[in-house]
């Protein structure tokens, strides 16, 4: 579920993930312009929010509760990020009106250099699908892992 909130000159913008009733890990994002305008006021929000893109900073809670049907442990935060549908659940490398490459492979590239023999079979339990396709085209362009 994603949507935003706002209140005044600011917003909220969020995504969240359930399963079944019980919301087990959000996401929060604010735009540029609103974390300067909260610094501005002397709210303490970097250690919370951190810059994602040129024009955003993001908040992620309960991470490796998203990513895994598994409990993980010392594990990469790109390869646990990777894992969760915060990376973009659509499988393939390109799409879209503009034939972009797809979020899941922008994200996928900056890993595919960590990934070994343990990281692999993790990937394979991976609650987002699209991660869990890559894992397995990973794993047969790449046996000798």
């Known amino acids: 579920m994603e949507g935003s909130y706002g209140r005044g000159y600011t917003a909220l913008f969020y995504e969240s993930?359930?399963?079944?009733?019980?919301?087990?890990?959000?996401k929060l994002v604010l735009?540029?312009?609103?974390?300067?305008?909260?610094?501005y006021l002397n709210i303490n929000i970097e250690k919370f929010f951190k810059k994602s893109y040129v024009d955003s900073y993001t908040f992620?809670?309960?991470?490796?509760?998203?990513?895994?049907?598994?409990?993980?442990?010392?594990?990469?935060?790109?390869i646990l990020f990777y894992m969760s549908p915060y990376s973009g659940i659509q499988y393939g490398c390109r799409g879209g009106f503009g034939n972009l490459i797809l979020g899941n492979r922008c994200h996928y590239k900056k890993i595919?250099?960590?990934?070994?023999?343990?990281?692999?079979?993790?990937?394979?339990?991976s609650i987002n699908p699209?991660?869990?396709?890559?894992?397995?085209e990973h794993y047969y362009k790449n046996k000798k892992i």
Request: a positive charge.
């Open 112 to 125: 595919a250099s960590k990934i070994n023999k343990e990281n692999l079979f993790v990937l394979f339990t």
């Open 60 to 78: 992620y809670y309960n991470l490796k509760e998203a990513s895994s049907y598994q409990t993980i442990k010392n594990i990469d935060s790109d």
């Open 31 to 39: 735009k540029k312009q609103d974390y300067l305008l909260l610094k």
């Open 17 to 26: 993930i359930y399963k079944g009733r019980e919301l087990i890990s959000y």
């Open 130 to 136: 699209a991660s869990q396709l890559t894992a397995i």
